[in-house]
């Protein structure tokens, strides 16, 4: 089947309390960046499998 994803990366403001939009996400969960890297490096099955390149990539070489 084919298929189109998108990751987004996103900042909250300083002050504001991050949510997300109703109807468009489900049990949305927000982390602080390291926490979502040590959870990808301990275990990427957790992740949408299209989308484990996408986060491969984000962590090898954005944040180097």
Do not use: M, N
Not at 2 to 19: D, L, N, Q, T, Y
Not at 29 to 49: C, K, N, P, Y
């Amino acid at each position: 089947y084919p298929w189109i994803g998108f990751v987004f990366i996103c900042e909250v403001e300083s002050g504001a309390e991050p949510r997300g939009q109703d109807g468009e996400t489900k049990d949305p969960r927000w982390i602080r960046r390291d926490e979502l890297q040590e959870l990808f490096e301990s275990d990427h099955t957790q992740f949408f499998g299209l989308q484990v390149p996408a986060w491969h990539r984000y962590f090898s070489t954005v944040l180097d």
